[in-house]
């Protein structure tokens, strides 16, 4: 049964462990002196540890000591820094309590706050003082404090088991087993009540006789050993989290987790305490649960507030805990269990009901509804039993009521033995107190079978009273009329009752029906909060409407041009949607169909998927029979369910959208890093080549005629290399769209300047002339990449033009833009091609011996383009290439004109 | 080690071994004495102790920013410094030239080209120091500052004050790139720092009157998108 597997430490538990661990060095330290009973000398070893550290240089402050005037333990404190105390008044008197605020202000590294359990004052901030230490610890200052075995809520009813008195004051046993270190104060029994005998116990005062009681030898046995094995458990639970930590062997692990049944009885502390030591032992996970039946709905609040309690216990001592409401508890007990897999149930012994000996127990029930869990039955004290844990005897009395015939067979059977247990009493008393009897019959019976049996029950005792107990007896002749009047009320009574059970009932079955609603729903939008495409969302909303209303449901989402989709069938059968109605829903973003003011003929309701941002689709749903979306609780409940049904369409629509934003960047990035390392990774060795081949031309001696035309050779072809990784990189970053022009208000004659320096070189054995239009305006350029395509249109008029050709740069000013041309007189270009060599990789001549690939041109178009121009190319009418394009003029900044005050001067 | 007082000191800061080599072979047979660094740091500590007449340095280098480099080490020296960096990195090149760099090559350059600028850089750093800077000819140019007369071929030219401060400006720095910024601090003042065609309009008009060939000077010449270099 035990699922046993390896425990290798799970990746998770350690991460876990780990942010345990960060959040423990954050906090300060817990260190506990833990002793059996008072008088042990906890607080006495506390202070003699503190005085020790502060020998060491801490800083050591003594929040609160509880000296109880003992001499030995005052004068541990002498040369301590003791912190004030802080005056409460309550309730006219002052009383002095640890001050909280003083101690996190001074903020100590260690502070002694003495008797973890103790009770605050009311009006202090916190009740307990264990909540003071937890936010000591929180603000990370170190603690030290006491504690005695029978403060430990676990070992709380245990302890007043063994000693007979009750302790209030206790921790809840997590602060125990959290604490990072335990220190066992142990003092043999003998020497204790010798101590005792000493009087260098305290003792207060009032409660002397009953201290008296709890000091005796074989008390403090038994809590010496309860304390003893507590540490030795503690220690225990540390050696197996050292292992698991350093995974020494397999560690073996049972995974039954407890599943704890409370009801509204005094027991319900007894079971959660039994329980939290069960799961401690077991070290598994435990769930405590109370279910609310429609009987208990009506609890008093006093009884309430006590469940509220042990559920609050139940959570300070680890449990999980929960509060359901359901008709029958046993179904929902079960339910529970296999829903969060637990195996064991533990609930509160029922106590016998020698009057109804075919009645199950609980624990029976539970065995019948789901064989594969185990039951512990946990022992209830007297008293506790009759409000424990059980099915609710209105509960299966309503049960039965539908059961129709039984009710009238019990009222008959109840009027029976009314009269069986009337005939002795009939001689002793009066007829007037006979009739309560036969009154009291059919309020049971109201109760108890409802209205109907009730009217019956009435009838029948009426009857039985009239024949057998009004004179004449053994008639139905009626003496007197006021036994008309007896008759009226019986029957009324019966009916008011009957009435009551009924509506209550109903109510009860109302809020249980609401809950589940309200149970899908958030269940629902849990699903939802999960899920990251439409089909998901198509299940998880087929999943509510199969639960919930049952019927044939899709979705259908719209596009980014406000058109619907395909369906996406939300259920096993889709509805047959209309796309008419559906498209007009969604563009009126009202409902349609089914139930609504629009087409009412059709049997599908077509509702809006409203989200904060628009209109995400429509849901369509066809109700098995066509009247169930008329009540209001219906269509609010389908609206609301729309509602978040559109919230989570619009979530995984951001969702898609950032993650295709982190794709882009991300690819962005990859790119320029790539363009970026390849253009390092290729210059560098460009770069050195150029020089070294430059560099052999200097060297002395001088090189030799052909020797220094290689070098020269070298260089030329480097530089060439390099001017190809750099249009190759250039056409790179500009398809990219990588490239942002840094536009400035520039002069063309810079451009065409600094560019004929670029390309000096290669221009050398040719004719240049510059033509540019007197006083051109300014253009907004990028100078930088304009020089580039000067650079290539001028190189490319080398290229493919003989030596000594003229080749000119000119420019003139047209109405909107900068006409600008590089021509020469070579051979011109290829007919029908003008177009196709601004093309990338594309030459005016395949396979010839000219170099390059075909970049340049390219590169010019996406430039000029870039800046909002366009290029051609042409032949001249006089022979030649002629390439041109245009610059926008754009809106000139005004230049202020210089008044020139000096004329003349600098003559 | 015996170090010859009148070979100019260099100091390369490259991280790239094979440049660093050819840098050295190149300034070597150039009769100048040259220390390597591969890293600023070391850069800066060599600067410090190698009393330099010159620092190159690459802007990309690995372990920190260049930029920082050429503000410290002029905090306490005016030497030349040359940059050398990669092409489309021309706000790189803008900075390190606000920063106080006073020229800059692009990568992949010849050891002509670097020897050449490398002299023309300790020559008016020797010139600075020793000559009266009242009188400068340059081409077919004669400026006289103590007169205020600027000659073209013997004839007398008009500036306007603007033009006038621009050319003291440009001549003041030979061989050196001066960024739009720091022209626009030095004639117009602090407050038209960005406007920068206020620069090239006047640059043209100053061209104009002492170039032959505007579209070709031989004086005044543009780094694009960088700024101008005055060479005489």
């Known amino acids: 049964m035990a699922d046993i597997k390896d425990q290798r430490p799970n990746p998770d538990e350690l991460l876990e462990k780990v942010q345990r661990e ?29 005085r020790q550290l502060r020998a060491q240089g801490v800083d050591v402050v003594v929040g609160v000591v509880e000296t109880h005037g003992r001499k030995e333990t005052q004068a541990m404190t002498e040369g301590l820094e003791i912190l004030p105390l802080k005056k409460i008044s309550y309730r006219g008197r002052i009383l002095k309590e640890f001050d909280l605020d003083g101690a996190l202000a001074r903020k100590p590294e260690l502070i002694m706050v003495d008797e973890l359990a103790h009770s605050n004052v009311a009006g ?68 204790l009540l010798q101590r005792l005998k000493e009087g260098k116990v305290y003792l207060p005062q009032q409660a002397e006789r009953a201290i008296q009681n709890f000091f005796r030898k074989g008390n403090l046995i038994a809590l010496r050993e309860l304390a003893l094995r507590r540490t030795a458990d503690r220690v225990d639970v540390e050696m197996q989290q050292y292992r698991r930590e350093k995974a020494v062997t397999s560690v073996w692990k049972a995974r039954e987790s407890i599943l704890v049944c409370i009801g509204s009885g005094v027991g319900g502390d007894r079971i959660v305490r039994s329980a939290a030591r069960l799961a401690g032992l077991l070290a598994v996970p435990w769930h405590v649960i109370y279910i609310e039946t429609p009987e208990l709905q009506g609890l008093p609040d006093t009884k309430r507030d006590k469940i509220l ?58 065995g019948v509804l789901a064989p594969e869990l185990d039951v512990i039955q946990v022992s209830r004290e007297e008293g506790d039993a009759r409000e424990s844990f059980a099915i609710s005897p209105l509960q299966q009395q309503i049960d039965r009521m539908e059961k129709g015939w039984h009710g009238y067979a019990m009222a008959t059977l ?70 008309l009047l007896t008759f009226m009320i019986m029957l009324a009574v019966g009916l008011i009752t009957g009435q009551l059970t009924a509506g209550l009932k109903h109510q009860a079955r109302i809020a249980t029906s609401r809950e589940a609603r309200v149970r899908a729903l958030y269940e629902m939008s849990r699903d939802l909060s999960g899920a990251l495409i439409p089909e998901q969302i198509a299940e998880i909303c087929g999943r509510f409407i199969e639960s919930q209303f049952g019927g044939k449901a899709s979705i259908i989402l719209s596009n ?110 990859l790119r320029n890093s790539l363009l970026s390392a390849i253009s390092h990774d290729l210059r560098t060795p460009l770069s050195v080549l150029v020089g070294l081949a430059d560099s052999m031309t200097l060297t002395k001696p001088p090189l030799t005629g052909q020797q220094m035309e290689i070098a020269s050779t070298m260089r030329t072809e480097a530089m060439r290399m390099s001017a190809l990784v750099n249009n190759l990189l ?13 536009r400035q208000w520039c002069l063309l004659e810079e451009v065409v300047e600094s560019s004929l320096r670029a390309v000096s070189t290669s221009l050398s054995h040719y004719k240049v002339s510059v033509r540019l239009e007197e006083n051109l305006p300014l253009l907004e350029i990028d100078a930088v990449l304009m020089e580039r395509v000067f650079c290539n249109l001028l190189e490319n008029a080398t290229k493919y033009t003989p030596e000594n050709s003229k080749i000119e740069i000119g420019a003139s000013s047209a109405d909107q833009e900068v006409i600008v041309w590089v021509e020469d007189n070579g051979p011109g270009l290829p007919k029908g091609k003008e177009e196709e060599i601004f093309k990338k990789f594309e030459r005016g001549q395949k396979e010839n011996a000219t170099p390059g690939v075909g970049l340049g041109l390219a590169i010019c178009r996406a430039i000029v383009e870039a800046h909002g121009g366009s290029i051609h190319a042409e032949n001249r009418s006089t022979g030649g290439a002629k390439f041109v394009f245009t610059l926008p003029k754009g809106n000139p900044p005004a230049i202020e004109p210089e008044f020139d005050s000096s004329e003349g001067e600098c003559v | 080690m015996t170090i010859d007082s009148t070979k100019p000191v260099i100091i390369v800061v490259e991280d790239e071994a094979q440049i660093r080599r050819f840098v050295r072979l190149a300034l070597e047979v150039d009769n100048c004495i040259v220390h390597e660094a591969e890293t600023l740091q070391r850069g800066l500590i060599e600067a410090g102790t190698r009393h330099p007449d010159l620092v190159i340095l690459d802007l990309g280098l690995p372990d920190g920013d260049g930029v920082d480099f050429i503000r410290d080490l002029r905090v306490w020296s005016q030497i030349p410094i040359i940059v050398l ?44 120091s020793n000559e009266d800077n009242s009188v400068i000819e340059f081409g077919n140019i004669h400026i006289d500052f103590r007169k205020r007369i600027v000659e073209r071929a013997g004839e007398a030219l008009h500036l306007t004050p603007i033009e006038y401060r621009l050319l003291t400006y440009l001549v003041s720095n030979p061989d050196c790139v001066l960024t739009h910024r720091q022209i626009l601090k030095a004639v117009w003042g602090p407050s038209h720092i960005e406007d920068a065609h206020y620069v090239r309009i006047y640059m043209g008009h100053l061209r104009k009157k002492l170039e032959e060939n505007t579209s070709q000077p031989r004086h005044i010449t543009t780094e694009s998108s960088v700024g101008y270099r005055f060479m005489p």
């Open chain 1, 22 to 50: 960060n959040e423990k060095a954050q906090r300060g330290k817990l260190k506990l002196f833990f002793g059996a009973s008072a008088g042990v000398g906890k607080t006495y070893g506390m202070l003699a540890a503190a």
């Open chain 1, 124 to 191: 202090s901030r916190h009740p307990k003082r264990w909540q003071d230490v937890e936010e000591l610890l929180a603000a990370g200052i170190d603690v030290c404090s006491t504690v005695n075995v029978q403060h430990l809520e676990t070992l709380n009813d245990v302890v007043s088991g063994i000693t007979g008195i009750n302790v209030w004051e206790t921790i809840p046993d997590r602060i125990f087993e959290s604490a990072d270190e335990v220190v066992l104060v142990d003092l043999p029994p003998d020497e």
């Open chain 1, 309 to 366: 309690k042990t559920l609050k216990m139940a959570q300070d001592m680890g449990a999980e805990t929960a509060s359901l409401s359901g008709n029958d508890a046993c179904e929902t007990a079960v339910d529970y269990a296999r829903q969060h897999n637990l195996s064991i149930v533990m609930a509160g012994r029922d106590h016998p009901r020698p009057w109804s000996p075919l009645r199950r127990s609980f624990a029976d029930k539970i």
């Open chain 1, 414 to 483: 109840a009027c029976i033995v009314a009269t069986l247990i009337a005939a002795p009493l009939h001689t002793v008393f009066e007829l007037s107190n006979i009739v309560m009897l036969f009154l009291l019959t059919v309020v049971f019976v109201a109760i108890r079978y409802g209205r109907g049996p009730a009217m019956l029950a009435s009838f029948l005792g009426v009857a039985a009273f009239d024949f057998f107990y009004v004179p004449p007896r053994f008639s139905f002749a009626i003496g007197d009329m006021q036994y």
């Open chain 1, 560 to 669: 980014l041009e406000d058109k619907l989709k395909p369906p996406i069938a939300a259920t096993a059968k889709p509805p047959i949607i209309d796309h008419g109605i559906a498209q007009w829903a969604f563009d009126h973003e009202e409902a349609a169909g089914n139930g609504t003011d629009t087409l009412p003929g059709s049997s599908v309701l077509y509702l809006p998927l409203k989200a904060p941002m628009r209109v995400r689709g429509v849901f369509a749903f066809e109700p098995v029979n066509p009247g169930q979306l008329m009540t209001p609780e219906q269509r609010r409940l389908l609206e609301t369910f729309a509602r978040l049904i559109s919230i989570a369409l619009e979530r995984i629509h951001y969702v898609d959208i950032s993650q295709s934003f982190a794709v882009t960047m991300e690819s962005e990035r």
């Open chain 1, 730 to 742: 250039d056409m790179a970053r500009l398809q990219a769209g990588e490239v942002k022009l840094n």
């Open chain 2, 85 to 128: 960096s990669a092409r489309t990195e021309e706000t790189d090149k803008v900075r390190a030239l606000d920063a106080g760099a006073d020229d800059y090559l692009t990568k992949p350059f010849g050891a002509s080209e670097l020897v050449a600028r490398v002299r023309a850089h300790l020559r008016r750093r020797s010139l600075n």
